[in-house]
């Protein structure tokens, strides 16, 4: 079952990027496109995000996501976690 912990700290990366000088190297993974309509002023602040950074679009998006992902399972009740970690494990 996949723990949701092999998630990097996207949002102290992205934190990271927007302060100062820091990288990390992104982790190899079996990337899928996936389209999504966004308004018009959140990819306005993701384009800025992502030039201050200095990385793409595509990346910001990542680790933004990456760090809600995180945020949001460090609310969930340890069952619902569980529930989705092998959702996950059983679409993979």
Same mark, same amino acid.
């Given at each position: 079952?996949?723990?949701?912990?092999?998630?990097?700290?996207?949002?102290?990366?992205? !934190?990271?990027?927007?302060? +100062?000088?820091?990288?990390?190297?992104? #982790?190899?993974?079996? &990337?899928?496109? $996936?389209?999504? =309509?966004?308004?018009?002023?959140?990819?306005?602040?993701?384009? !800025?995000?992502?030039?201050? +950074?200095?990385?793409?679009?595509?990346? #910001?998006?990542?680790? &933004?996501?990456? $760090?809600?992902? =995180?945020?949001?399972?460090?609310?969930?009740?340890?069952?619902? !976690?569980?529930?989705?970690?092998?959702?996950?494990?059983?679409?993979?």
């Amino acid at each position: 079952m996949p723990d949701i912990d092999y998630v990097a700290d996207y949002g102290g990366e992205v !934190a990271g990027l927007l302060s +100062a000088d820091f990288m990390t190297e992104h #982790m190899n993974e079996d &990337l899928v496109a $996936a389209s999504v =309509r966004l308004p018009r002023e959140r990819v306005a602040l993701l384009d !800025a995000m992502s030039k201050k +950074a200095g990385v793409s679009r595509n990346r #910001m998006i990542n680790m &933004l996501i990456g $760090a809600g992902i =995180r945020d949001v399972f460090s609310r969930l009740p340890h069952e619902v !976690a569980d529930d989705l970690r092998e959702a996950v494990s059983e679409d993979l």
